[in-house]
């Protein structure tokens, strides 16, 4: 397995990979967990070869956000890629990411509206821009990412349809902890008490799912989390919300393929999760 710095090495070794079969390109910002190895395995089904990219993207994380705190373990990371099967490791640094007199941002519309959208300004401009860089770099047939991230992942799907950019973007379901909390490099913030306490997010939704398929009112359910997230010591909780699962527009009422989300804060850490929700035959 190589680790790539230089996008002329990286375009040299891809059309390397390329003349032996197909490439899969798994974005991720490191410290990888269980869940991105899932992204990995499943890279390894669709495509030949799997490139996998490992950059803290700072464009992506607000003036008050972690970025600085963000884990960073690249040779950890290398050594659970290298026994996954992964062939290259694209790990450009920032000034080669975004050189000087860089000035291009791309913004998608809509999916962003709501969510995390404006409780993170520029958040998904960031990760729009960045995906769209890391796709144009290496050129992979398939790119894969984590539905843990669904906003994330519907902001990737339209902007790759709406520039015609040549790659199929597969989504790959939540891995969870035996208790059900998803996976994410942000649990290790979680002191133990925290860490008790986080598996209430995906309880809440759990539930809330569970109550609006058994006919219960979209707004009770969800008002019924949000309480069960306070009482579990979520302190502030972002919102619960059903979304059509394409779009994301607000839903209030079980009428079309859905996305029951969450996003709330235990401590100093921002959780956020997703279960799909379709309407009863
Ligand atoms: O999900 C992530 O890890 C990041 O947002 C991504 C897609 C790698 C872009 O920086």
Known sequence: MQIVRDKKELREAVAALRASGTVALVPTMGALHAGHMALVREARRH???VVTSIFVNPTQFGPNEDLDRYPRKEAE?????EAEGCALIWAPNVAAMYPQGFA???SVKGVTDGLCGPLRPGHFDGVATVVAKLLNQVGPDIALFGEKDYQQLAVIR??????DLPVEIIGVPTQREADGLALSSRNAYLSQEQRHAARTLPRALGEAAQAILDGLAVEQALAAARALLAGGGFDPIDYVELRDAETLAPLSRLDRPARLLGAAWIGGTRLIDNLALHPPA
Do not use: G, P
């Open 104 to 106: 291009t941002t791309i």
């Open 47 to 49: 495509a030949a070869h």
């Open 158 to 163: 339209r902007m790759v349809a709406d520039l």
């Open 77 to 81: 990371d290398a050594a659970l890629l």
